[in-house]
Every structure is written in structure tokens, then in C-alpha cells.
């Protein structure tokens, strides 16, 4: 069966260092991957999405991220974090025969210092 | 802007009380979602509606949740006895299909807390 596993918890980064927040599925195939944000009492915003094609993807925000096959990765990237970042990220994958259900990780707190 | 509503956005219930929270969806779109997330964790799909008719849905919705779309423009999620492992934040979403992967929009959820 599908999953998305997202290892780290919380990550802290103190603002204006580079961010790599981690993401690995299960799936067999190629699937349909996304990262999305979550601030505080608000619902989640797409950062970026993966289809099958150019395995890096530029997203909102300076964001961007790589999909690796052979890792069974999707890695969420940032060159210079800022504070407004300080969120909760979401990677998601979505099987495109089960009409674009997705399934998330668990989730990674992102905590920015000043 | 885009937007998908939710109400209420805070609900309280007692343990054996029945709960309802509604969606109204982006004006367009057809195909609605409903997630449950806890203790900000991962989010949970529960129920999928196209055009106003459940297409896919968890055997938690069948055994212990209503879910409704009347109308196009309003869809409702309900759990018939609320239990405490229902406190959770509901998130629902929609999107239009098309040729290409539909972006689902997030509402802002309702939050459930049973006591």
C-alpha cells in the first residue's frame, strides 16, 4: 500500500540558513507527489507538486524540491529560510486511479530562530 | 481569491452527543474531500464526493459518520455519537477535475473536541 514518511518530527533553523526538510514514500510506481504548508489555525496551502517529468520542481515561496526513484524520495528544499516559514510542511503523495485522494506524511514542525 | 469555507470552526461536544460541520466548497468545483487530522499529525481521508455522490470512503465513515452534498455549493460531514477519539481537526477540500491533476483547496477545518 502507499505512504509517505516524513522522519523528522521538528526541525529548527535559524533564519537565513538553508533548509532540507526530508520526505520518503512507499509506492509502487510513479506517483503523483506534493509538499504543503500549514500555519497556525489556517488549512493547508500547496507549496509544490510533482508530476512524472523534470524531477526537480521550483514551487511558491522559494521552495523547491527533487524527486529521487531510486530513493523513494521527495525532498523539500529552501536556500534561505525566513521567518514567515515557520510552519508545519506536509508531503502528500496521490495515486491518480483513486481520484486524487491524498495521503500525507505526519508532518514536520518547522521552527525558525531568529 | 479562492476560497473554501467551514462552519463552525470550533464545535464542543459531550461523549454520545451527535456533531455536524459543513463545507462550502470553491464556487465550480465538483469533487469534494474530507480529512481528519489529530494532534496536528497527518491527515486522515475519510470521504470523497463527486458531483454530490460519495465515490470512496473509509469503513469509519460507513459505520459511524454521515456525510451529505445537497447541493453543489454545500456538503456536510456528521458523526452520529461523538466518542473522545473523534476530537480532531476536519479539513475539507475540493477541487475541479480536469486533463490535468486537480489541485484540492483547503478549507481552514472545524475543529471537534469531545469530552
Known amino acids: 500500500a502507499q505512504s509517505v514518511t516524513q522522519p523528522d518530527a521538528r526541525v529548527t533553523v535559524s533564519e537565513g540558513a538553508s533548509l532540507q526538510l526530508r520526505c520518503k514514500y512507499s509506492?509502487?510506481?510513479?506517483?503523483?507527489l506534493f509538499w504543503y504548508v500549514q500555519y497556525p489555525r489556517q488549512g493547508l496551502q500547496l507549496l509544490l507538486k510533482?508530476?512524472?517529468?523534470?524531477?526537480v520542481v521550483q514551487g511558491v515561496n522559494g521552495f523547491e524540491a527533487e524527486f529521487s526513484k531510486s530513493n523513494s524520495s521527495f525532498h523539500l528544499r529552501k536556500a534561505s529560510v525566513h521567518w514567515s516559514d515557520w510552519a508545519v510542511y506536509f508531503c502528500?503523495?496521490?495515486?491518480?486511479?483513486?481520484?486524487?485522494?491524498?495521503?500525507f506524511g505526519s508532518g514536520t514542525k518547522l521552527t525558525v530562530e531568529p | 481569491d479562492a476560497a473554501v469555507t467551514q462552519k463552525p470552526r470550533y464545535l464542543i461536544k459531550m461523549k454520545g452527543q451527535e456533531a455536524e460541520m459543513k463545507c462550502i466548497p470553491e464556487?465550480?468545483?465538483?469533487?469534494v474531500f474530507w480529512y481528519q487530522q489529530k494532534q496536528s499529525k497527518e491527515l486522515k481521508f475519510l470521504i470523497y464526493?463527486?458531483?454530490?455522490?460519495?465515490?470512496?470512503q473509509i469503513d469509519m465513515v460507513k459505520e459511524r459518520f454521515s456525510a451529505v452534498c445537497p447541493s453543489s455549493s454545500l456538503c456536510s460531514l456528521g458523526i452520529r455519537t461523538c466518542e473522545a477519539e473523534d476530537s480532531a481537526l476536519y479539513l475539507c477540500s475540493s477541487s475541479q477535475p480536469g486533463t490535468d491533476y486537480a489541485e484540492q483547496f483547503f478549507g481552514p477545518g472545524t475543529r471537534l473536541t469531545v469530552l
Open positions: 464556487k465550480g468545483h465538483t469533487a
Open positions: 509506492y509502487f510506481g510513479t506517483p503523483y
Open positions: 510533482y508530476y512524472p517529468g523534470d524531477p
Open positions: 464526493f463527486q458531483n454530490q455522490q460519495p465515490l470512496d
Open positions: 502528500a503523495v496521490s495515486l491518480m486511479s483513486n481520484y486524487n485522494v491524498l495521503y
